[in-house]
């Protein structure tokens, strides 16, 4: 089977592993899901509806493929989500090593835990600003510490958090929710000041992790737990691009997208959001 490549048809040139600068890092893993299983298949279905996306940007007047996107072999472990986090953790930790920029695709939530382990010990500080209708805050679920329910809690242990779109959440993550930090779905619709809100608690290096089921499930609804009442496109693309501007975004993640083969839309949605911050982060 051939390998699936992001923006497959850009001049080999542009794809080389050494010349580069972003580097894409699939991780099809999907172990510990709650509800919906599938995201294991996301990766490449994103990868997929690449294939479609048109390579120049109209907001930033420029092709961003030109600043070289290679894409990487998938991370395969799966025996346990402590073993895949490892793995994740030393892929990225050698990509940064030759100074890429990583995009890590999952994969249900998870996947962001060895990525994030791998960002902090390379650039020291680091703020994890995340995108999510879950808060993801317990410190165990059904056994394991790195559950996909648990990746916010790992990310406390060693980073500044900033979560946005939250609208689910158990009781038990209430001691670890902080309030100037966590900006409810509910608290910001139909508000006008809550991206500067979130931009005065973001400093300095920031690592961006995207859960698909912050957007409202009428346009995104192949996610393991959808949730009603998400944020819709532009207003996602509006913080991440102050968010890319104000701030140095040192690599960011896509996860939970369960594609349906029925519906190709939101894989498109989330192939273009990956464009989308390739260019925010190289051609703004």
């Known amino acids: 089977m051939t390998k699936a490549i992001f923006l497959s048809d850009i001049p080999k040139q542009y794809r080389d592993p050494e010349k580069s600068r972003v580097v894409i890092v699939p991780v099809p893993y999907d172990k510990t899901s709650s509800w919906g299983k599938g995201a ?3 990766p490449t279905a994103i990868l997929e509806a690449s294939q ?9 007047d420029s092709e961003p493929y030109k600043t070289g996107i290679y894409t990487d072999n998938p991370v395969t472990e799966d025996r346990t989500p402590e073993k895949m986090a490892q793995a994740v953790e030393k892929r990225i ?11 890590v695709l999952g994969g249900e939530h998870s996947v962001s835990i060895g990525a ?9 500080k680091v703020t994890v600003l995340q995108l999510d209708a879950h808060g993801d805050l317990r410190d165990e679920y059904h056994g394991s510490k790195y559950s996909h329910a648990c990746i916010m809690a790992r990310a406390q242990d060693i980073c500044k958090t900033v979560q946005v779109g939250i609208r689910s959440m158990d009781s038990s993550e ?12 509910e608290k910001i619709a139909g508000k006008k000041d809550w991206i500067k809100k979130v931009l005065s608690v973001l400093k300095g290096n920031v690592y961006v992790t995207i859960d698909l089921d912050v957007f409202d499930p009428s346009i995104m609804p192949s996610t393991g737990t959808p949730e009603p009442g998400g944020l819709l496109w532009y207003e996602v693309l509006d913080l991440l691009r102050a ?8 690599g960011f993640d ?22 989308k911050l390739i260019s925010y982060k190289f051609s703004l």
Do not use: W
């Open 243 to 250: 968010v890319f501007k104000k701030t140095n975004v040192v």
């Open 174 to 185: 209430k001691a670890r929710a902080k309030k100037s930090h966590i900006f409810f779905a």
């Open 116 to 124: 994030i382990q791998a960002i902090a010990k390379k650039h020291g």
């Open 40 to 42: 294991d298949k996301g």
């Open 52 to 60: 479609i996306v048109e390579n120049y940007d109209i907001e930033s």
């Open 93 to 103: 930790t050698a990509h940064l090593s030759k100074g890429k920029f990583p995009i």
């Open 254 to 275: 896509v996860v939970e997208m369960c594609p349906n083969k029925n519906d190709k839309a939101p894989d498109f949605l989330a192939a273009k959001l990956v464009y």
